[in-house]
């Protein structure tokens, strides 16, 4: 009898403790951890940074009268200038999660939480020999005086010549350090060309319509090729005889149009970034796709154009980064499902297209038409 699996097979994001890059500072007193994160968060402007700490003065103080508004549940503050949230009760990972997936960095206080990276303070008024379990990958050491003499009980347990090494004070040299390693982790980038749609107000397969001698999703595939590594179909299942030879992903999400076929590339492939192109687009350009790409915003959770014509964002010429899979999951489980929404109500990076005609799609007869006309021009 072949084996039960309880839950359905699903790829898992690169989460860690709080966020996807997270960081512990540890081996040092907390009012020089807090110091140096917001010494950090300053040198590393640009960035989406987050700061998780424990306080120590709330759990020594009256309960009673701290509880968040005298024992509610939550209690949502307008700081006017931030918003403040206090909760009543424990956080697990999975709450952190959804809480830091906005983030590009978390800086965590390591004394009291753990991450999934961590920079070694070496400081004698906090030897770590006792917490050498939690340094599971450190990225960094840092020491307070010169000559640096390492621990003993750390020379076994970290690769010291294979671990940056920076004076504490060198502010502006870890930092850099810091942003080299998020650069790295950039989300890689794949390319959905929408081609599961039914065409019913066209009344025939807009990806088969042929523009440039071929059948135009074949064209944003080739378009797509030479510049990104893995371009996939997004199709329905009865549409797999079509493409036997080409890489697909089959719409999971169903009913729901190119929202599911994002969400259906997330499910697949959670940890990478989409380039989504609609098959509605004739009059795309590869100009317009290394404009998209350059001006590519991994902090955003998405990057697209602005359509003069509609005075919305485009959706369906977008860059999704991995952290807009929440995002969507939640509109979703509130019952939208429009990709325009998202980008509306989230904070995306907005481009405006040097030629906004290449923006115009076709939907029906006369459209075509219209753009038949444009492209005898």
Known sequence: M???IKHGKTTKAN???????????????????????????????GLKIAYADADHHHHNSNTENNAPGMGSYLNFTDKISYRQIDYSIDFNRYQSNMLFNDCDLVLVNGNH?????????????????????????????????????????LKDHIAIDKVPIFKFDDYEKIAAKIRDMVQEEIPVLNGLILAGGKSLRMGRDKGLIEYFGKPHREHLYDMLTGKIKNVYYSIRPDQTNEFEKQPVILDSFSGLGPFGALLSAFREFPNDAWLVIATDLPLLTEKTIDQLMNGRNPSKIATAFYNPETDFTEPLITIWEPKSYPVLLNFLSLGYSCPRKVLINSDIEVLKAENPDVLKNINDQESYEAILRLLKK
Do not use: W
């Not at 020999?129 to 010169?146: G, Q």
């Open 2 to 4: 072949s084996k039960h």
């Open 15 to 45: 989460f860690g403790n709080f966020g996807r890059f997270e960081i512990a500072l540890m081996g040092t007193p907390c009012s020089q951890i807090k110091k140096l994160s917001g010494i950090l968060t300053k040198h590393l402007q």
């Open 113 to 153: 939480f753990e991450a999934s990276k961590q920079i070694i303070v070496i400081d004698p008024r906090k030897p770590l020999n006792k917490k050498l379990h939690k340094i599971t990958n450190p990225v960094m050491v840092l020491y307070l005086d010169t000559p640096f003499d390492q621990p003993s009980y």
